[in-house]
């Protein structure tokens, strides 16, 4: 990227946790590149040893030997949207985009524009936060319901609708840091038709005085750790807490900062992303 790529990739990139390959292919995209240029790329590179024994001085055809490979573009700027189709989540949802619309006989529809802010419910992180929801929903049908950090607000949006389903007015408050992942989220409840039934916020967490029933906080480790003493405080006697937006290797620390005086429900771990659901004891 410092030598002017629009863009990089790690060509067949593994899944987290997997054992990686001791040589991969890297592919940088260019507007355009010199053979001057790229002869600078290939040097900086072989001084870094970055470089399989394979690929220093070559002067092959190939990608994987450093040579340029021209391109025509296919439709960069759509053709994301070809691979965001409807998905199922969980028994009861579905996750649609504004541009394919559909519903399927006992799912509830779920509309997400995919947008900068984070959360389609593709991620396995966002979509066992989402499982968790709509099995909470379903055994406690919580009154009071907290969304921490929402990004593109579909987990606030998946429990309105759930409850809705069910016949449940309930409380619903997402908040978040960034204002765009705000805009986003309020677009996707106008999506949803439930607008007026979440309420978005860029309060932060310490500011918040209350109890809530149930609370999300689909984050990343480091964040969940430093929001512990305050997502802790917020959870109603009673009430749950799930957590997701951690790997598996990083569980024990991020549990660590909540089970006093939380306790662990549950811990699924999902393509090396887990999910956990606390409990806090009732009164």
């Known amino acids: 990227m410092a030598g002017g790529a629009i863009g990089c990739a790690v060509a067949g990139m593994k899944l987290p946790r997997a054992r990686e390959d001791k040589t991969v292919a890297l592919e940088a995209y260019f507007d355009r590149i010199s053979t001057t240029e790229l002869s600078r790329l290939r040097l900086m590179m072989e001084q870094a040893g970055m470089l399989a024994d394979a690929a ?37 949802m579905l996750i649609v985009p504004p541009w394919k619309r559909e519903n399927e006989r006992g799912r509830t529809t779920v509309v997400i524009q995919p947008a900068r802010a984070f959360g389609t419910g593709h991620h396995p992180t966002t979509a066992g936060a989402l499982r968790a929801i709509e099995s909470l929903i379903g055994a406690r049908a919580p009154k009071s319901i907290l969304d921490a950090g929402t990004g593109s607000g579909v987990l606030a949006i998946a429990a309105a609708l759930l409850g809705m389903r069910d016949g449940l007015e309930r409380e619903i408050i997402a908040i978040d840091t960034d204002p765009t992942a705000l805009e986003n989220a309020r677009f ?59 790997l598996a290797d990083e569980a024990g620390e991020v549990l660590a900062h909540y089970r006093s005086p939380l306790r662990c429900l549950s811990r699924k771990t999902h393509r090396g992303w887990t999910t956990a659901v606390m409990a806090r004891a009732p009164r």
Not at 66 to 92: A, C, E, H, N, Q
Not at 217 to 242: F, M, W
Request: glycine residues 10%; charged residues 20%; hydrophobic residues 40%.
């Open 188 to 246: 996707n409840a106008r999506l949803n038709g439930v607008e007026n039934s979440i309420r978005f916020s860029s309060v932060p967490l310490a500011s918040i005085h209350r109890h809530f029933d149930l609370i999300a906080a689909n984050i990343l480790s480091h964040t969940l750790i430093e929001l512990a003493p305050h997502l802790k405080r917020l959870v109603a006697p009673a009430g749950r807490l799930i957590l997701g937006g951690f």
């Open 56 to 92: 220093r001085g070559s002067t092959g055809d190939s990608v994987r030997n450093g040579s340029v490979r021209r391109i025509v573009d296919p439709g960069w700027s759509t053709l994301w949207m070809k691979r965001f189709g409807p998905f199922r989540v969980g028994r009861r």
